[in-house]
């Protein structure tokens, strides 16, 4: 598979990715699909697609592999999912494993470029199986949208927030609070305001709830589970990162040390614990109903794949905060012009989906390394 035809597997929006999901996986026998239609006010042609091939003879083994729950990030996803029905499927002994694919989380999100649903919500702050999460504050968040976060139209390509900053010691300071602070103060979401950044709803929104009632038939199915979540924005630059959530509960440490060497396999990817500086851990993420539906018998090693895309300079990452805050506070107060929104708005679907060969043939070669090292180490390719 040459570089040129690997780009070629980014589709042109939704209605195309969703058409080629559906053609090549119709071509594996055996698959049980699943179009889950997605309330909207202003369309009705939006659906979250998965299709699950059950392990045919002894359940033991079971991947997932979700994609798109932000939406403009579901271009890569679909890349790398059309892959894996091409390449990676085909080679798989379905006697023991079985695969469940889900295609675009967030319909809405990929055809409107948006990160989060019609109702606002980011899919990966809202999956809270007991629902409890939904009642917490994040005041640390609050606090931070107190001091940096103006509602007002945007004008600028620049964020007020960015006026208060400076960088001391190579560390970028927006009065004397960090970057870093700010990050880690709100990127782990909240549950009161979705005109705040980060915003996890007040219940499961429809695609969550179906995928938590899908998890609950599957898991106790199967012994050991491995779940990827497609991503993209957080990063180096064309560089794979797993992001683990080091609660502990959602990443098996005899599991994940038999399927992921990360040294043998540094070529592909990097592991990147959500402590590091410039990630993050979050409330809500999807891949803690994994942990949270987990039985006695299930080993669980679920984890976001992110690829990088601006970087994780501190130019970079200042850029991309800049530009999300800003995106986001347009989004809900408007823009001084047309041409404002337009700017803002590009910058914004560039840095989930950069404009660019090169880095999606990185996506997708990270990715075909990942699948083939993790599939030989769990014995799931046909001898
Ligand atoms: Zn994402």
Not at 241 to 255: R, V, W
């Amino acid at each position: 598979m040459n570089s040129h035809s690997d780009a070629k597997l980014f589709p042109q929006n939704y209605e195309d990715s969703r058409k080629r999901f559906l053609e090549l996986t119709s071509k594996i026998p055996g698959g049980q699909t699943e179009h889950w239609q997605i309330p909207s006010k202003k369309d009705d042609a939006l659906f979250t697609d998965s299709v699950y091939w059950p392990a045919l003879e002894k359940p033991d083994f079971l991947l997932v592999v979700t994609s798109g729950i932000h939406g403009s990030e579901t271009y890569a996803g679909s890349a790398i999912l059309q892959m894996f029905l091409k390449e990676i499927m085909p080679q798989v002994d379905r006697s023991k494993t079985g695969v469940w694919l889900v295609h675009a989380m967030n319909p809405y999100g990929f055809k409107y470029h948006r990160r989060t649903t019609e109702n606002g919500v980011n899919l990966n702050r809202n999956f809270s199986v007991s629902g409890e999460l939904y009642k917490t504050r994040n005041l640390d968040s609050e606090r931070m949208h107190e001091l940096f976060f103006k509602r007002a139209p945007v004008a600028s390509t620049r964020t007020t927030m960015m006026d208060l900053m400076q960088v001391k010691n190579g560390v970028a300071y927006f009065g004397d609070v960090s970057m870093d602070q700010f990050t880690k103060a709100t990127a782990p979401g909240q549950f009161v305001n979705p005109q705040d950044l980060e915003y996890g709803g007040k219940q499961l929104e429809p695609q969550s709830a179906k995928l938590v009632e899908k998890l609950r038939s599957l898991m106790p199915l199967y012994k050991d589970i491995v779940a990827l979540d497609l991503h993209t924005g957080l990063g180096d630059v064309n560089r794979l990162h797993l992001l683990t959530s080091g609660s502990g509960k959602d990443l098996h440490p005899e599991l994940f040390g038999k399927l992921f060497d990360t040294n043998e396999d540094k070529a592909f990817y990097e592991h990147t614990p959500a402590s590091a500086e410039g990630f993050y851990e979050v409330h809500g993420a999807l891949n803690s109903a994994f942990a949270d539906l987990a039985g006695p018998q299930n080993r669980v090693c679920a984890i976001t794949m992110e690829f990088g895309t601006l970087g994780h300079s501190l130019d970079a990452q200042l850029k991309g905060l800049n530009n999300f805050v800003n995106e986001h506070i347009g989004f809900y107060n408007g823009y001084s012009s047309p041409e404002m929104k337009a700017q803002v708005e590009k910058e914004c679907f560039e840095r989930s989906y950069p404009q660019n060969d090169e880095w999606r043939t990185a996506v997708v070669a990270a990715s075909r390394g990942l699948f083939k090292a993790i599939g030989r180490r769990a014995s799931i390719f046909k001898s």
